[in-house]
C-alpha cells in the first residue's frame, strides 16, 4: 500500500516537483533551440547531472544562510523543512552550465545565452511550485486579488502564531498572491529576452539583458 499523505506534504511534494519541472524545462527547450536554430554545440541532457545538484545545493544553502528558517540547519537535506532560495538556485544552474561548457569545449557565454530565453519558464514553474506549497505568499490583503490558503499552510501557521486566526479555523487570512504576480513578471520578461534573442544581437547582449 502507498503511504498516507496529508494535503500539506502532498503540496511539499508538489514544490519539489515542479523545481525539478523547471530546470528540466530550461534544458530541454534550450537544447531543442541549439540544434534547430542556434549553432548546434555538442549539447545533451547530461548537462542535468551538473547543473541541478548545484542549483539544489546552492539554492538551500542561500535559503539556511540569508533567510530565517523555522528549523535547524542540521536539517538541510530534510526536504520536509525550509525550501530554495532562487538567486542561490540560479547560481547554482550557472555554476553547473559552466562547468558542462567546459567539458564540452563550448564557449561560455554563447552557452549561456543559448538557455537564457528559457529561464522564466523554469521562474514560472518555480513560482507554481511555491503557490502549490503555499510559501512565498504576500502581505494580509482584502483586496479583488487576496487568497486564503488551507489548514497547515505558511500562511495559516504564520496567522496563527501571530493570533490573527483561532487554530480551529480552516483557512488563512485573505493575502496578496505574489507567486501569481511574480508569475506575470517572468511572462514579460520572458517575451522581452525571446524578442531581443531573434533579432539576433550581438555576444553577450542577451545575458546583459536578462541579468
Known amino acids: 500500500m502507498f503511504p498516507y499523505l496529508s494535503i500539506y506534504e502532498y503540496k511539499i511534494n508538489l514544490y519539489h516537483l515542479f523545481n525539478l519541472l523547471a530546470v528540466f524545462t530550461i534544458v530541454i527547450l534550450g537544447i531543442r533551440w541549439n540544434f534547430q536554430e542556434g549553432?548546434?554545440?555538442?549539447l545533451?541532457?547530461?548537462i542535468v547531472l551538473i547543473v541541478a545538484p548545484l542549483a539544489f545545493i546552492l539554492g538551500r544553502m542561500f535559503y539556511f544562510i540569508l533567510l530565517i528558517c523555522p528549523a535547524s540547519k542540521t536539517q538541510f537535506f530534510n526536504l520536509e523543512q525550509g525550501g530554495s532560495m532562487f538567486l542561490g538556485a540560479l547560481l547554482g544552474g550557472i555554476l553547473g552550465?559552466?562547468?558542462y561548457f567546459e567539458l564540452k569545449g563550448v564557449p561560455r557565454v554563447e552557452g549561456l545565452e543559448i538557455f537564457i530565453p528559457y529561464i522564466p519558464t523554469g521562474g514560472i514553474l518555480?513560482?507554481?511550485g511555491c503557490f502549490c506549497e503555499g510559501c512565498c505568499y504576500g502581505t494580509v490583503s482584502e483586496s479583488l486579488f487576496g487568497l486564503?490558503?488551507?489548514e497547515g499552510s505558511p500562511a495559516w501557521t504564520e496567522h496563527v502564531?501571530?493570533?490573527f486566526i483561532s487554530p480551529d479555523q480552516f483557512f488563512s487570512l485573505p493575502v496578496h498572491p505574489t507567486q501569481l504576480y511574480e508569475i506575470g513578471m517572468w511572462v514579460i520578461i520572458g517575451m522581452i529576452l525571446i524578442r531581443i534573442r531573434n533579432r539576433r544581437p550581438r555576444r553577450g547582449t542577451?545575458?546583459?539583458s536578462f541579468l
Open 97 to 99: 552550465a559552466l562547468i
Open 126 to 128: 518555480g513560482r507554481l
Open 206 to 208: 542577451l545575458l546583459l
Open 44 to 46: 545533451s541532457m547530461g
Open 161 to 163: 502564531h501571530n493570533g
Open 148 to 150: 486564503r490558503f488551507p
Open 39 to 42: 549553432q548546434k554545440y555538442p
